[in-house]
């Protein structure tokens, strides 16, 4: 894929992150660029192709954009934004009334997702990068590791589509129209993988972090998993159940968490005490 050669003075700066920053248009409020940091050549062009890969699977998401560069050598994606969108995290914030609809239609689109046969030549399985991010973690001994990896082994395989990273500020809507977005960790796999990071967002995480990454109180997000549960395991399995379930699997984004913070999580790894 050849990358489109654009000119920064078109974008005026709107923000940044670890790997990058993002810019708006001068004119045209509906494009965006999100541009990596110098040297950064082939994340951008990996993220276009899976973008690609996933939105030709017939998941509902936005179309993907444009490879670029810059004048400065600096790579990234233009795409078009979706205006007037608001996330299922957001609108819960805004109107916390209607927690039980909106976790209802988050609920509806998730099991969707995880209904969706994939090429699983063509994406990777999650237990493989699991298994990859157990092998680079630093903190865990080497006999707790072996027990998570065969928790991970005897989990039943499933040949359908995982978000990778299932926030409920990662699905959004506007009018009847609802997509995910940042599918940057798009695999296939069993679905507890994925609903995990669901109830890590709503339950796991502190109240600190609830308010600053999903605007709202935790007891408000604690209502959302609640109403997300009956619609996404079914009226026959209760609250606890489900947390029974999915705790371990909540419990394994440790292994992400004490990737990008370097140390120990020892209030997320709890999660993981019916497997270690």
């Not at 999100?34 to 690609?52: S, V, W």
Request: aromatic residues 12%; negative net charge.
């Amino acid at each position: 894929m050849e990358a489109i050669k654009i000119s920064l003075n078109d974008y005026v700066l709107s923000g940044g992150g670890a790997n990058g920053e993002s810019y708006d248009h001068k004119t045209d409020p509906s494009v965006m660029l999100k541009l990596y940091f110098p040297g950064k050549i082939q994340q951008p062009l990996d993220e276009m192709k899976l973008a690609r890969k996933v939105y030709e699977t017939g998941i509902p998401t936005p179309e993907p954009g444009e490879y670029v560069v810059t004048e400065d050598g600096r790579y990234g994606i233009r795409f078009r934004r979706i205006l007037g969108k608001k996330s299922y995290s957001r609108a819960t914030a805004d109107e916390p009334e209607k927690v039980a609809q909106f976790a209802s239609e988050f609920a509806q689109m998730c099991r969707e997702l995880h209904s969706i046969h994939v090429d699983t030549s063509a994406f990777e399985n999650v237990k493989d990068r699991y298994y990859r991010l157990l092998g680079e973690n630093p903190f865990f001994t080497p006999a707790e590791k072996d027990r998570i990896s065969r928790f991970i082994a005897d989990t039943p395989d499933e040949d359908t589509a995982i978000h990778g990273d299932l926030q409920y500020s990662n699905v959004i809507f506007v009018g009847d129209k609802r997509y995910f977005i940042d599918l940057g960790d798009f695999c296939w796999g069993n679905h507890l993988f994925d609903v995990g990071m669901v109830y890590v967002c709503c339950c796991l995480s502190d109240e600190e972090f609830i308010k600053e990454t999903f605007h709202m109180p935790k007891s408000l997000a604690i209502r959302f998993w609640e109403n997300f549960v009956p619609e996404y395991f079914g009226a026959g399995v209760s609250v606890k159940e489900a947390e029974e379930l999915v705790r371990p699997y909540a419990g394994l984004k440790t292994l992400i968490i004490e990737r990008d913070t370097h140390r120990p999580m020892p209030e997320f790894r709890e999660a993981l005490s019916s497997v270690l």
